[in-house]
């Protein structure tokens, strides 16, 4: 917790709502856990799930909200009063909306146990049975603090931080011979196990999904040459929303072809993410870049519709690829 304030009932510092003098707690969220460390929790979090469990690890309150106009406010607050004792506390921001994600246990006051609180990336399965995501995922958040409440009449505040479970991979190819990239050319997915979320945010087994591009269309711009003559550059780009990412398990970016279903690109998602970690952000472990970036932007290049595989820019940094085996 960030920030800690008190007040006592003998000061008649009560809050609104809190009429008679007891213990409350007022937990403010904040969504700063990002590659800014900035909180954008105002803006992004549309729903949020606060669960409280006791000593014992059973759920003992819970309270939820998906008004956008309340979450949007920076004062915004949910009050709980508690009793003196030990308290873990769990949020998962973008649940309400039960488009992307479920959570597994039906929470119930006295009988939920902390680690029955799951949650399970919803997902398609076609005529193999294999599992497949073809929507951009809601964004998932969530969030965990322990708490130690004593008998001091009161109202305190905490600050409990944010992660964001959710990615938006954007692939650019750009075709170098100055033809027209098709994007309905290319079949663009990435394959991961990566749908089963553990109380504490860890990702547990789960079967293998393949995620599939939400978002394709042909692009095309003007480019001077050095003799000023004007060009066209083709390229196919695509929009895929992903779940968190391992720095241990790399999920596999995979782009084919829709004639023969050949593969045309397959390479590791997240090593060649950090291969432009850059100077800026060494401080960090490779798991910490991973979760506090939420969008990657990856532009590969063909010729001739044939990759090219000696670079790749990432976020605008190229990627040199010597004696690299990418199968």
Known sequence: AAMLAGSSCENGLIFEGEGDCGVYYRIRFKYDYNI????????????????????????????????????????????????????RLLAWGGLMNEESFDLLANAEIGKTKLQELQVRMHRDHNASGDAVVEKDLLPLYHGSMEIVVDDVEGTYRHTMSLMKDTNVVRILL??????EADADDFIFEIEDSNGLYDWD?????????TYKAWYKESVSTETETMSRAQESVGGALAELTI?????????????????????????????YALMVK????????????????????MTLFLNEGKWVSTSILIHSWRVVINNTVLE
Do not use: C, W
């Open 36 to 87: 800014k460390f900035a909180n954008a929790f105002a803006n992004e979090v549309n729903s949020i799930a606060l669960y409280v469990f006791d000593e014992e690890e059973t759920l003992i309150d819970q309270l939820t909200t998906t008004d956008k106009e309340a979450l949007s406010d920076d004062e915004f607050e949910m009050v709980l009063q508690l009793d003196p004792g030990e308290y």
């Open 174 to 179: 750009n075709e170098l011979s100055g033809h």
């Open 201 to 209: 945010n860890t990702l547990l087994d789960d079967e293998q999904i």
């Open 243 to 271: 779940g968190r990412i391992r720095a241990d398990r790399s999920p596999i970016l995979r782009i084919r072809s829709s004639e023969t279903g050949e593969d045309i690109v397959r390479l590791p998602l997240a090593e």
């Open 278 to 297: 850059g100077q800026y952000n060494l401080g960090m472990s490779d798991q910490e870049y991973l979760d506090r970036v939420d969008e990657y932007n």
